[in-house]
């Protein structure tokens, strides 16, 4: 009787004796990978291809996961921690097999057991296609973070979409054009993701909102489209510990099948409209990276997962018992830009209209939960949504977004709010409170997303210390007047060492174990721990393996290339990388003109000079937006020309490697010697891949932008090639260009020339370009005249280093040797103490 009061039901040792634990053998491993195929897959030895078993494989690691994943929600809610939940419309995950198993401790045990079923483990990994939900850094730092969230114990999920197609595959064609295809990731089954389909909520879109009578500002929201949510999660496993937290996803599905009345009528298309219309919402990750173009399926994309997100946290917290104004102090709401922000005036929604609360006491409760992070400074990033799609689509959020905003004294609900405020601060200060307002005057007007999710948040921050002080100076200068500079902060970005190293140079990592002669476990988990390689950097022995395994690595890179592409890459050569998004302020054309520039140079020398250059091959990848198309082009044919040219090939070739993809970087970036990251200052703001080259040896040649300026911090100015001009040079260019243009001509001839040459064809129609080179013939917004000169030479700095190896493997041991600041641990810690409040809560340690 005892034992049915502690265990819920049933035989507790029954049960106990039945609940598989993952200090898996290979005899068990193979027994359950074995019984996957069998009876998960309904298949046999007999015709069992690689992709059969990895989906066995990945089967059974998802058991050994959700042992610890049940155990971990479990213990969560038997010890009611407060709780984070990082709200991102992206998460770029890529592959999980490999960094599961990694992070379980079982990848040699999984090893030996798919070696004897005959299959090799390295091949099934590379069957597991890319979870590509996201852009590029923003989408890849949420996932970085998850894994550190697991890693470090503590209590966070993340909420996102789950998204049918994720960012389109890239082709690229025989002219250098970009050709996109839909990435149907979801078609091979997904292992890693569990259904829910009990978990489910309704969400409104349209209908009408009518104010009620009674003071405190509420209002009845009905009628319109509903449309509803459906939980798939995602395990995350971390690092060493039973800790494993959960990704929630959202599926849109239609409330009720479909219009059985209209089916009936003979109207079958309009019957399966509005189910389809449901559908659409969670079907493709808009791939528009720093761009937003007021489309409503992005708006209901939107406010979709904001809602269905807080009805999950809501009915969370609900079941702790409590009462609501304690929400803040077990709730944080990490809002991932401004994309999540209609969280705000959502909460504001359920605390008003559902909870009866007084509108007051909800704008508290509400400005304690929320976090806000500012990802970038461009203004064609910044988020607004025109006033009457939001009245269309959200009509009770567009009256919350008002109420906050309202000036007015005719209702009193609304007398004490913002703009008031700001008013009694700074009087009579009209163009301060334009600027302010969370609407933004014109045709149509817009709500300002980045203007709501700072005042509706308790702490806004950046992502790199230069970037922080540009949100602080410029896009919310008048709020930190407001409200005091200690509501803004910055977090410095971080990338997981378990991914980013152990995983992606396997070689290196053991390296580093033996030399330190710690476990991995130990330093992967405490990334200042590298500091002691600083020492082996004079040792003649440990800098030959050092540089041993870059060479390993270039050649399983060249050996990817030949496989996938056909080409033979020269990896006697220096790997030079960009591997980013294509965009304007990213600067690819600077590197592809210095490219033409180092070809030029190369033509003019004897043969017998140009045997002391040193060769040296480029690669780029990235995925461009239409208004960047020309930029691949450029590259495609420069590579197309210089690459057969017999007199220059040894010492410089060129390779535009399709689809970047998070697996494709994990390969590319432990090969490098030498990547670039040139953005025009003040605009990246923070770069997130600098970090990841570092990490495995590879030195920097970039701007003083973003946390290239930390890494240079903390690796040593001489180990990071500068150039180019600071950010407040870069205003007062802008200015002097627009006031007294120079022609280029004058201004660099070097450049003139290669833009000449670019005209006159030498790499095909010299019309094509016509457009880029004339942009920057003009003297371009970002500068690229300015800092060529100053490039160039920093890339001559780089052969000079490269020439004598040993000072520079030298450098390379330093760097990755005090590269621990960018552990996505310490930046995962930073929030969890400075802005969240969270402790760690380790399973199965009290
Ligand atoms: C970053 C974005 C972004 N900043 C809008 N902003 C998007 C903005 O779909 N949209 O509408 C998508 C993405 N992404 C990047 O964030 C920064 O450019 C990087 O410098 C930074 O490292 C990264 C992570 O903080």
């Known amino acids: 009787a005892s034992g049915k009061e502690k265990w819920p039901r049933g035989d507790e040792t029954v049960w106990k004796t039945n609940m598989r634990g993952v200090d898996a053998d290979v005899g068990d491993i193979t027994k359950s990978v074995v019984n996957h195929v069998q009876t998960s897959l309904a298949r046999q030895a007999y015709n069992l291809d690689n992709l059969g078993a990895y989906q066995a494989a990945a089967l059974s690691v998802r058991d050994n996961m959700l042992v610890n994943w049940n155990e971990t929600q479990l213990h969560y809610t038997r010890k009611a921690p407060k709780r984070a939940y990082y709200l991102s419309l992206e998460f770029l995950m890529g592959r999980t097999l490999d960094n599961a198993l990694l992070n379980l401790d079982l990848k040699s045990q999984y090893k030996d057991g798919i070696n004897q079923l005959g299959f090799s483990l390295e091949d099934l990994l590379e069957e597991e296609r890319d979870a590509a939900l996201g852009n590029g850094g923003l989408g890849r730092l949420a996932a970085c973070y998850l894994d550190s969230s697991a890693s470090q114990d503590l209590p966070v999920w993340g909420y996102g979409l789950r998204y049918k197609y994720g960012i389109f595959q890239q082709l690229i064609s025989p002219e250098g054009n970009q050709l996109e295809a839909p990435d149907p990731w979801l078609d091979n089954q997904n292992p890693w993701e569990l259904p829910r389909i009990d978990v489910n909520y309704e969400v409104r879109f349209y209908g009408q909102s009518e104010r009620l009578s009674e003071g405190h500002g509420r209002a009845l929201w009905t009628g319109g489209q509903e449309v509803l949510a459906v939980a798939y999660d995602v395990m995350i496993p971390g690092c060493n510990t039973r800790n494993t937290n959960n990704l929630r996803l959202w599926e849109s599905k239609p409330k009720r099948g479909f219009d059985l009345n209209s089916f009936n009528a003979g109207n079958y298309e309009g019957a399966v409209e509005s189910s389809n219309s449901a559908a659409a919402i969670t079907s493709v990750l808009y791939p528009n990276d720093h761009t937003t173009f007021g489309k409503e399926l992005r708006l209901k994309q939107q406010y979709f997962w904001t809602a269905a997100s807080l009805a999950d946290i809501i009915r969370r917290f609900k079941n702790l018992g409590k009462s609501i104004n304690e929400f803040p102090d077990y709730v944080a709401i990490q809002l991932n830009d401004t994309h999540p922000t209609l969280a705000i005036p959502e909460l504001m929604r359920i605390l008003i209209d559902e909870e009866d609360l007084d509108w007051n006491f909800a704008w508290q409760i509400v400005t304690n939960v929320f976090f806000f992070t500012n990802h970038t400074v461009l203004p064609e990033a910044l988020e607004k949504w025109p006033v009457p799609l939001m009245e269309h689509i959200l009509p009770r959020h567009m009256q919350i977004i008002y109420d906050i905003k309202a000036v007015s004294n005719t209702n009193t609900f609304a007398a004490r709010i913002f703009l008031q405020a700001v008013e009694k601060k700074f009087p009579g200060d009209r163009e301060r409170l334009a600027r302010m307002s969370l609407i933004e005057e014109g045709f149509p007007k817009q709500v300002r997303m980045a203007n709501l999710a700072c005042i509706g948040s308790r702490r806004i921050n950046g992502v790199a210390e230069l970037h922080s002080k540009l949100v602080q100076t410029t896009i919310l200068k008048d709020f930190v007047e407001f409200f005091g500079v200690s509501k803004f902060g910055n977090v410095t970005n971080g990338i997981t060492p378990r991914r980013w190293l152990d995983q992606c140079n396997p070689e290196l990592s053991k390296l580093i174990s033996s030399t330190l002669k710690i476990d991995k476990s130990v330093w992967l988990k405490d990334l200042y721990k590298l500091k002691d390689l600083v020492k082996y950097a004079a040792d003649k022995g440990f800098r030959a393996e050092w540089a041993a395994i870059k060479q390993r690595n270039k050649e399983r890179l060249a050996h990817h290339i030949e496989t996938t592409l056909g080409f033979t890459v020269n990896t006697n050569a220096m790997f030079d990388v960009q591997i980013k998004r294509l965009h304007e302020y990213k600067r690819q054309t600077l590197n592809i003109l210095g490219v033409i520039?180092?070809?030029?140079?190369?033509?003019?020398?004897?043969?017998?000079?140009?045997?002391?250059?040193?060769?040296?091959?480029?690669?780029?990848?990235?995925?461009?937006?239409?208004?960047?198309?020309?930029?691949?082009?450029?590259?495609?044919?420069?590579?197309?020309?210089?690459?057969?040219?017999?007199?220059?090939?040894?010492?410089?070739?060129?390779?535009?490697?399709?689809?970047?993809?998070?697996?494709?970087?994990?390969?590319l970036i432990p090969a490098s010697d030498i990547s670039q990251h040139i953005s025009t200052a003040g605009t990246e703001a923070s770069g997130t891949s600098n970090m990841k080259f570092c990490l495995n040896g590879g030195l920097l040649v970039g701007t003083v932008d973003g946390a290239n300026i930390e890494i240079a911090e903390e690796v040593g100015e001489e180990n990071v090639f500068f150039f180019g001009h600071l950010t407040p040079a870069v205003e007062d260019l802008r200015y002097q260009h627009m006031y007294h243009p120079v022609p280029v001509d004058e201004a660099c001839p070097p450049l003139a020339n290669v833009l000449n040459q670019i005209s006159g064809g030498l790499f095909g129609d010299g019309g094509v370009y016509e457009p880029l080179v004339n942009t920057i013939r003009q003297g371009d917004y970002y500068l690229v005249t300015d800092d060529f000169d100053s490039y160039i030479r920093a890339l001559a700095m780089v052969d000079e280093a490269y020439l004598d190896r040993d000072e520079w493997v030298k450098k390379s041991i330093c760097t990755t040797a005090n590269m621990g600041k960018f552990s996505s641990d310490r930046a995962i810690m930073d929030y969890a103490q400075e802005y969240w409040n969270l402790e760690p809560i380790p399973v199965g340690k009290d």
Not at 607 to 617: C, D, F, G, I, Q
Not at 631 to 660: C, G, Q, W
């Open 597 to 667: 520039h180092r070809y030029l140079e190369l033509k003019a020398l004897t043969p017998a000079l140009r045997k002391k250059v040193n060769p040296k091959v480029v690669f780029f990848a990235g995925k461009a937006a239409p208004a960047f198309f020309k930029t691949i082009r450029l590259i495609v044919n420069v590579a197309r020309v210089i690459n057969a040219d017999p007199e220059t090939k040894d010492y410089l070739s060129l390779y535009f490697l399709p689809d970047y993809s998070v697996s494709l970087a994990e390969v």
